[in-house]
């Protein structure tokens, strides 16, 4: 029989057709995939009258454990009592009403139960109660992962150091962590009435604006922006956002991250501030304004108010500049086995002292300061910081500082090593002189008694006094010549390779040798002295390989070589030419090369001798520096 015999056996009345209809139904109804219960509430226990297939199933009760009883057996001493009483209040008034609940299977396993009671009517009469009942453990289970998971994404967000936020497509906030109203002093109420662009200034707004549009678009921005606070402070930070859709993949807004970066910021600045200070201390003249300019760049730069440097004299470490806020006696000579700036120097490592102590390291007598730290200054000194706070200092703090001093250690060195090499040519100019007046004179008197005697005899013996006092003359000039090249070269300047060559072969005489110059380059050197330099080499070149020798300058990989193709210079003797009197030509001085030598040591240059292509000698300068000539001058 059909569903619709049935109905129309139960309108005509026919018992049969009544059975019949209430047997599909019931077959419906246990087929169903939820539990149905009817309930009389007519009777005080509300006692149940019909359970279908989907409860026995649902509950692992069989049809006659429930029939008679009320549904509240399913509970348990962790049911919520609040949903049982919504479910009672609706009975008594004759409502529907849903609620979820926790209730135990026959065996004692817990699951939750959707149930949703509807009054069944006769007329207006509220003849029974139908209760669908339908297992939500796995969905319930699910959305507590989920809040579980929101909550510890939640709590992660709120710890962050950076400011969490959620922009919507009209620019307003939805979502941000604690560490936003905790930036911009902003509270919570007064962030969710904000647009966006209220955060930032008013000259920032239209690249932030655009950034916006950009993430909105689809691509990851990074900008950097001040956030504005509630106070008007200005705190730089740096912008990441990118796009975020619902689970369909719809655009809803943008997620960003926003990282201070007021501590980047001041490393770049201050980086860029040491960087140009490097050149004024760099070409500072004196030792003095070194460590002056040192300890001025450290309070306007670094900000360290209290802050003195110290350099070696002896045995002690002498204040050689310090800051103006500085207490009086604030810095005084130390020993260099005292205090902190003694173990420093003694050391070479940097210290921080984050309080001061009169068993500690730092000095006793300084009671004015609380913390400190001490930084070499290369080999010369140490330089040292000082707070009327403790643990005022960090570990970039020091890093900051020992920048600095690199820089002061490398300008003392140079000062350093500039008055050495001064006193090394003042004492060579002092011999020089010497030689030229105590040697000459006696030289002058003899040859004009020479000349005294010629005319008062003719004897071929005075021929060969004149030759000596000659060959005297030749080796006082390569003698002066020799102390005044070995000089050390304190001043250079762009030298054209090829036209200091051209010069020096019209100075020297050549006969018949031919010069090719395969060089274009300029390198930096003395002029005077690089030109001295070649024209004994090529001097060389025609005294040793003949009148007819081909003389070649050309290109080395750090430097330029001169080579000829006389006979060369045997490898046993390419030591001993560079000394000074050495000589196979006679009447020859031996200073020739000696001179090469010494102004090559003069440059920082290095010379040797080797082979020529063609089987001569090659004079190899290396260590020079090229430099671009035209851009120089």
Same mark, same amino acid.
């Given at each position: 029989m059909t569903a619709e015999k049935a109905e129309r056996g139960i309108a005509g009345g026919s018992n049969e057709a009544?059975?019949?209809?209430?047997?599909l139904r019931e077959q419906a109804m246990d087929e169903a995939? @939820? &539990?149905i219960v009817v309930t009389d509430p007519d009777r005080a226990a509300n006692p149940i009258t019909y359970a279908n297939e989907g409860f026995v199933r649902l509950t692992g009760y069989s049809r006659e454990d429930v029939l008679g009883r009320n549904c509240r057996f399913l509970q348990g001493e962790r049911t919520d009592p609040e949903p049982v009483e919504r479910m009672r209040a609706a009975i008594d008034a004759g409502e529907s009403v849903t609620v979820?609940?926790?209730?135990y299977r026959s065996d004692g396993d817990p699951f939750w139960n959707r149930v949703t009671i509807a009054p069944l009517f006769d007329g207006e009469t509220v003849t029974n109660f139908v209760g669908i009942q339908q297992d939500v453990t796995d969905r319930r289970r699910r959305e507590r992962e989920l809040e579980r998971e929101r909550e510890f994404v939640e709590q992660g967000l709120d710890v962050l150091d950076d400011v969490f936020y959620v922009i919507g497509t009209d620019r307003r906030l939805r979502r941000w962590n604690e560490r936003l109203p905790e930036v911009t002093g902003y509270t919570d109420d007064e962030i969710a009435e904000m647009d966006v662009l209220e955060f930032v200034p008013a000259d920032e707004r239209k690249a932030i604006t655009r950034s916006i549009e950009n993430v909105l678009d689809g691509e990851t921005e990074t900008a950097e922006s001040e956030l504005l606070t509630a106070d008007g402070e200005r705190i730089p930070h740096e912008f990441t956002g990118s796009q975020l859709t619902d689970t369909d993949g719809e655009l809803v807004g943008l997620v960003g991250v926003g990282r201070e970066v007021s501590e980047r910021t001041r490393h770049r600045t201050v980086l860029e501030s040491l960087h140009e200070i490097a050149t004024t201390i760099q070409t500072a003249e004196s030792v003095d304004a070194v460590c002056e300019r040192t300890v001025d760049a450290a309070a306007d730069v670094l900000e360290f108010d209290l802050c003195s440097l110290l350099l070696c004299e002896g045995e002690w470490l002498v204040p050689r500049a310090t800051s103006a806020d500085a207490p009086m006696g604030g810095s005084r000579p130390m020993r260099l086995d005292q205090g902190l700036a003694g173990k420093t120097f003694?050391? &070479?490592d940097s210290s921080i002292v984050d309080e @001061?102590?009169?068993? &500690?390291d730092a000095d006793p007598a300084k009671d004015y300061y609380r913390s400190g730290f001490s930084v070499p200054v290369g080999d010369s000194g140490v330089f040292q910081a000082a707070s009327t706070d403790t643990a005022a200092f960090d570990a970039q703090d020091v890093e900051f500082a020992e920048l600095l001093v690199s820089h002061t250690a490398n300008a003392i060195e140079r000062l350093e090593r500039e008055r050495a090499l001064k006193q090394q040519n003042d004492r060579l100019e002092e011999f020089a002189s %010497?030689?030229?007046h105590d040697l000459r004179n006696p030289l002058n008197v003899a040859a004009g008694r020479l000349e005294l005697a010629r005319e008062a005899c003719d004897d071929d013996n005075l021929e060969d006094v004149a030759r000596a006092h000659a060959r005297m003359e030749a080796l006082i000039d390569d003698l002066l010549a020799l102390a005044r090249e070995g000089r050390s070269v304190l001043e250079s300047e762009p030298v054209d390779v090829a036209a200091t060559v051209a010069d020096c072969w019209r100075h020297v005489e050549t006969a018949e040798a031919s010069l090719e110059v395969e060089t274009e380059r300029s390198i930096e050197a003395d002029p005077s002295r690089f030109q001295r330099l070649l024209e004994n080499l090529v001097r060389n070149a025609v005294e040793h390989a003949g009148p007819d020798v081909a003389v070649t300058v050309g290109d080395l990989a750090d430097g330029i070589y001169v080579e000829d193709d006389g006979p060369g210079i045997p490898a046993e003797k390419r030591e001993t030419v560079f000394e000074t009197g050495y000589s196979e030509r006679r009447g020859?001085? &031996?200073?020739?090369l000696g001179i090469v030598e010494r %102004?090559?040591?003069a440059h920082g240059w290095d010379v040797a001798v080797t082979d020529g292509a063609d089987g001569g000698a090659r004079f190899e300068l290396t260590g020079l520096e090229f430099v671009d000539c035209d851009r120089e001058r």
């Open positions: 009544v059975r019949e209809a209430l047997s995939p @939820v &539990g979820e609940l926790l209730n003694q050391s &070479g @001061v102590t009169p068993d &500690g %010497i030689v030229s020859g001085t &031996g200073f020739g %102004i090559c040591d």
